[in-house]
């Protein structure tokens, strides 16, 4: 069986949709005649966490552990909010940043490139240098971000004749908060200079997006591929539908995420109607930006909220496979149109229609037609998105709300290691 080294930052108990991916990945190859060796910091500093992920771990994995110097620990003694902040992805907009917060944006983005995991670079490479000699192992695959462990990769794959696989779960430089880094020219050329330099030193690159695809390919001759992230089985009882006409968000909801004209649809919708407005049920599932909360609390909707904050992934399933309606929120950017959140497979396999709002061509709206399992929006289609909640509460009262998901199977995660596997052996 082919032993392959997999050099990933999240891995249980770290929670959200980041270290699912390869989590999965890890689950399947074996079955695919691959054996894979995982390479993880020993002491990292996730901003969230999930023990029932560690159920998850394949007993017969080897797991290989190096310490890490994180930098978020110092950022926690001189403000803890800010970093615990921070390393969720939840920034402040610019007028509500104190002078700390945007200190801690500027060192983090001039000083530490191309992320706060650089420290682990050099000592990582040191390490795996040695055991790639002694296992003869002959295929790597770094995944970022954070893309430091990309860095790992090139300094290996200089090294050895290997084979060198470069998954970005999310873009480099045009991924959207690298604009809040307040970036320097000299630092912004680095980070430039950096991505280009593994996309065109790696053997292959893989991206989750058909937009990331066409970005990277322009920047090199390396071929990409596109293997998005997927859906993977969850046995648990039967779930009830919600008894109330639900709509819920599950994971983080950044400040400049904040859906500001569904909420006041929602509040249109609840003055004309008040059926509608006695079954109205807003769930928030995750970390949510206090602005948020402000708009929500503006509009009158703070009645109908239900903040459950962080819960288990599991937990999470359940809240999709009962609700009604399920929201996809991303900013309205032309960075973001390569953004396909983990969270929307499991949407997607869920059987809940999907009412997703995002920027002109995105990706999203490519899959969501694709697989007949929603319907996407611009920001600017306030009167065909509140009709189509209005015709989406008509079907919720004839007990005929549902989706009519079409190809969806081919987002299972074992289908997508498939593709994986193939890349591998090749």
């Not at 009645?303 to 599991?314: A, I, M």
Request: hydrophobic share 40%; net charge positive.
């Amino acid at each position: 069986m082919k032993e392959v080294l997999i050099i990933t930052y999240y891995w249980p108990p770290a929670g959200g949709p980041g270290v699912q991916r390869w989590l999965k990945f890890v689950k399947y190859l074996p079955s695919f005649g691959i054996k894979p060796v995982v390479f993880i910091p020993e002491n990292p500093t996730y901003p969230v966490t999930d023990s029932s992920l560690m159920d998850d771990v394949p007993k017969e994995i080897e797991i290989v552990r190096f310490p890490i110097k994180e930098p978020y620990k110092a950022a926690a003694k001189v403000s803890p909010k800010s970093s615990e902040s921070f390393s969720k992805g939840i920034i402040p907009s610019e007028k509500k940043q104190s002078i700390l917060q945007r200190l801690l944006l500027f060192v983090r983005g001039n000083f530490f490139i191309p992320d706060a995991r650089k420290a682990w670079i050099k000592p990582s490479v040191s390490f795996l240098s040695d055991f790639i000699r002694k296992r003869n192992i002959s295929t790597i695959i770094t995944s970022g971000p954070p893309h430091s462990l990309h860095l790992i990769g090139l300094a290996l794959k200089n090294s050895f004749d290997i084979q060198w696989i470069a998954d970005f779960r999310d873009p480099w430089t045009t991924i959207g908060y690298h604009k809040k880094l307040k970036l320097m020219p000299r630092a912004l050329t680095k980070h430039k200079q950096l991505e280009k330099l593994v996309l065109n030193s790696a053997d292959h690159i893989i991206v989750t997006s058909p937009t990331t695809q066409k970005e990277f390919s322009n920047l090199s001759d390396k071929p990409v591929s596109v293997i998005t992230n997927g859906y993977d089985d969850i046995s648990m009882e039967a779930v009830e539908l919600d008894k109330r006409f639900s709509i819920s968000h599950v994971g983080t909801l950044l400040t400049d995420r904040n859906p500001s004209i569904l909420w006041e649809i929602l509040d249109e919708l609840c003055f004309e109607d008040n059926t509608f407005k006695s079954f109205l049920q807003i769930n928030l599932i995750g970390s949510v930006g206090i602005e948020v909360l402000e708009n929500l609390e503006g509009f009158g909707l703070s009645r109908y909220l239900n903040l459950k904050g962080y819960v288990s992934h599991e937990e999470a399933v359940r809240f999709q496979r009962k609700s009604q309606l399920l929201l996809l929120v991303e900013v309205d950017s032309e960075e973001t149109r390569s953004i396909i959140p983990g969270k929307l497979f499991e949407y997607m396999a869920s059987g809940r229609p999907v009412i997703a709002l995002g920027p002109v061509g995105s990706d999203v709206e490519e899959l969501l037609n694709q697989t007949n399992t929603g319907h996407y929006f611009l920001y600017d289609e306030k009167r065909r998105l509140k009709d189509a909640i209005k015709t989406h509460f008509e079907a919720f009262m004839k007990k005929n709300l549902k989706s009519q998901g079409i190809g969806v199977k081919a987002f299972h995660r074992k289908n997508l290691t498939g593709q994986l596997a193939e890349l591998i052996k090749k």
